[in-house]
């Protein structure tokens, strides 16, 4: 079993809303070590209930990177740099894996604190 979990994150597609910019946010996550690398895949169609209704948006899905150490900060910096009041951010567990990637990954990482 590996360290290692995705966290899936939506957010709204570049010039949704207003000055938000999901390349800003993953690049902020890499950078200060919560995650070694994101995924950013644009063109995602969400459907979802919301306040009484099914609302749908266009959107986009990031895929991060991290240690199981690391996901709660991630989580936490995910939802205060995030624009939606509810912001999607999962967790999946990693059952393994290329080595030399998992490797790679949990070195890029910075061990949370404490």
Same mark, same amino acid.
């Given at each position: ?40 895949? %644009? ?28 996901? #709660? ?9 995030? %624009?939606y009041r509810? #912001? ?10 290329? #080595? ?11 061990? %949370?604190?404490?």
């Amino acid at each position: 079993m590996s360290s290692v979990v995705v966290v899936l994150c939506t957010a709204p597609a570049e010039g949704a809303s207003g000055g938000f910019s999901v390349d800003r946010l993953a690049r902020t996550v890499v950078e200060e070590g919560l995650c070694a690398c994101v995924n950013v895949v %644009p063109g995602v169609r969400s459907f979802f209930r919301w306040e009484g209704r099914v609302d749908v948006a266009d959107e986009q899905l990031l895929v991060a990177k991290t240690t199981a150490a690391a996901a #709660p900060a991630l989580r936490a910096r995910l939802a205060e740099l995030h %624009p939606y009041r509810v #912001p999607e951010v999962l967790e999946l567990a990693v059952s393994g894996g290329l #080595p030399s990637y998992l490797e790679w990954l949990t070195a890029s990482v910075t061990p %949370p604190r404490g």
